[in-house]
């Protein structure tokens, strides 16, 4: 195996409770989402841009009012669609969450240490999450074990690409200068991982409490990995 000079790693189920996104961040974007209808700002109207692009391109719809945008994005919240616009929102909103203090990051007890060792050992890490990077920023920046942001020296959204597609950590592997096989990346989803396999990374299955183990290597926590 080729050195890894990289860790790659997913969030949800992997660094962090599932339970944490669905219990708490994604209850906290709902609550709060239409105070932000009336919010004028450039940012918010590119989000309401893309989803009215999607829309269109999904069911043909004509252009809907501001209000009707932000029912939908509403909906798509509540079915937990993997949509870049929708992605963007709940990443300024949760933002706004995190800088008050209401909400604070979980992240699992053995992933602090592990990402100290390996910054310190001089290995590049990485995030790639269907989360906006905004939302990721904000959660390790705002972590139950402090600001962890500072270990990561690059974040990746689905703006890269879907997690399920080996040509995304092709274009993440490029993004980085490095080699696919430098890198070891860690999920606790198998078809994520076969993906970033046929893109020529390494990689570890992460099986947390919830998790069945499916994959040809797997760690039931950060310290198990080498």
Not at 98 to 114: I, Q, S
Not at 141 to 168: C, E, H, V
Request: glycine content about 6%; charged content about 20%; hydrophobic content about 40%.
């Amino acid at each position: 195996m080729a050195e890894i000079s990289c860790i790659l790693t997913d969030i949800e189920g992997t660094t962090t409770e599932i339970s944490f996104v669905y219990d708490v961040l994604f209850p906290y974007f709902r609550e709060h989402l239409f105070e932000w209808e009336e919010v004028e700002s450039d940012e918010i109207q590119e989000i309401l841009t893309a989803t009215q692009r999607l829309i269109t391109e999904e069911l043909g719809s004509s252009s809907l009012d501001r209000k009707a945008l932000f029912k939908q994005l509403l909906a798509w919240s509540l079915e937990d669609r993997k949509v870049t616009p929708l992605k963007a929102l709940q990443g300024i909103i949760w933002k706004k969450g995190f800088e008050t203090g209401v909400l604070k990051g979980h992240v699992y007890p053995d992933v602090a240490p592990a990402l100290a060792r390996w910054h310190s050992e001089g290995k590049t890490l990485a995030i790639f999450s269907s989360g906006s990077v905004s939302a990721q920023k904000q959660l390790f920046g705002n972590s139950i074990n402090g600001d962890l942001s500072p270990y990561f020296s690059a974040f990746f959204d689905t703006q890269t690409g879907m997690k399920r597609d080996p040509q995304t950590y092709v274009a993440i592997a490029n993004s980085l200068s490095m080699l696919p096989a430098n890198v070891l990346f860690l999920s606790d989803v198998v078809e994520e991982l076969a993906a970033a396999k046929q893109a020529g990374m390494n990689t570890t299955q992460l099986v947390r409490p919830g998790t069945v183990a499916a994959w040809d290597s797997v760690a039931s926590n950060f310290s198990q990995i080498p």
